[in-house]
């Protein structure tokens, strides 16, 4: 089974059901997806994510893609679910997660449903980090506006002379 956002919850008071899904969970650079199409090269897939051709082989490489399909002449066929799995990991990257750790979840995701603990430990460690760093940046925010707010008045004294 690979976890794209539609994945089933097993625990909690929504057992069994879908969970809220986020406001923006797939991919949004790029093109949207032909109707009616299941298959695409890496040059679409580069095209549609904003990911580079390179990046893409190297995700494969390292086993953060799960097993991309080929054509018998060996030309990667990327499917919707794989670029479900790619909006995934984007976010997870723009959220600063550590490719390691990204690895390990495709590796979980991978080894099925007796691993849904483990990956909420490791999402959940993952999102305190990230409510972590956006506290840092709203610490810092408040700095630059007082700042800006310094210098404007400053500029607004100098303009009454």
Not at 37 to 64: C, F, K, M, N, P
Request: contains cysteine; charged residues 30%.
């Amino acid at each position: 089974m690979t976890v794209t956002q539609s994945e089933r919850v097993t625990s909690g008071a929504a057992a069994g059901r879908l969970p809220a899904r986020p406001r923006d969970c797939g991919p949004t650079l790029g093109h949207p997806r032909p109707a009616g199409r299941d298959q695409y090269t890496i040059s679409e897939v580069a095209d549609h994510t904003g990911l580079s051709a390179h990046t893409l082989r190297w995700y494969e490489r390292i086993g953060l893609m799960p097993h991309v399909d080929r054509t018998h002449t060996g030309q990667r066929r990327f499917t919707n679910r794989d670029l479900d799995w790619l909006g995934l990991v984007t976010k997870l990257r723009l959220t600063g997660m550590p490719v390691a750790d990204m690895v390990r979840y495709a590796e979980l995701v991978r080894a099925g449903e007796c691993t849904f603990a483990e990956r909420e430990q490791l999402l959940t460690a993952h999102r305190e980090d990230v409510r972590q760093r956006i506290a840092e940046l709203r610490s810092t925010l408040d700095v630059l506006d007082y700042k800006i707010d310094i210098y404007a008045d400053a500029r607004r004294a100098s303009e009454r002379f």
